[in-house]
């Protein structure tokens, strides 16, 4: 069975910064793309950010460019999302996910693997 794992979620302050590590355990198979994806109370779960593994090429909901980067760590089957200027309406829970047969997935249902999520929590 595969694990996804988040954790470095948070109070921080509007402006300051955050980094999401995601690390995968008893792994064993190689996703295409890993992801995160946030849901804040009352709304819908939303993309955030994609990377693709093999080629390390990285993507974005519009929402966070400039702001959010994922990066990932082949040695440590890690994924990190790290969050900049952060805004209050950033506040969601943050959720890692990871698929196995979509190249540059953005929905939901494409992503065959999902963390716990981890609480952010932006104050004004």
């Known amino acids: 069975q595969v694990q996804l794992v988040e954790s470095g979620g948070g109070l921080v302050q509007a402006g300051g910064s955050l980094r999401l590590p995601c690390v995968a355990s008893r792994r064993t198979f190689g996703s295409v793309t890993m992801g995160w994806f946030r849901q804040a109370p009352g709304k819908e779960r939303e993309f955030v950010a994609g990377v693709i593994w093999s080629a390390d090429s990285t993507y974005y909901a519009d929402f966070v460019k400039g702001r959010f980067t994922i990066s990932r760590d082949n040695a440590k089957n890690t994924v990190y999302l790290q969050m900049n200027s952060l805004k209050p309406e950033d506040t969601a829970v943050y959720y890692c996910?990871?698929?196995?047969?979509?190249?540059?997935?953005?929905?939901?249902?494409?992503?065959?693997?999902w963390g716990q999520g981890t609480q952010v929590t932006v104050s004004s």
């Open positions: 996910a990871a698929s196995t047969g979509v190249i540059g997935a953005r929905a939901e249902r494409q992503y065959n693997y």
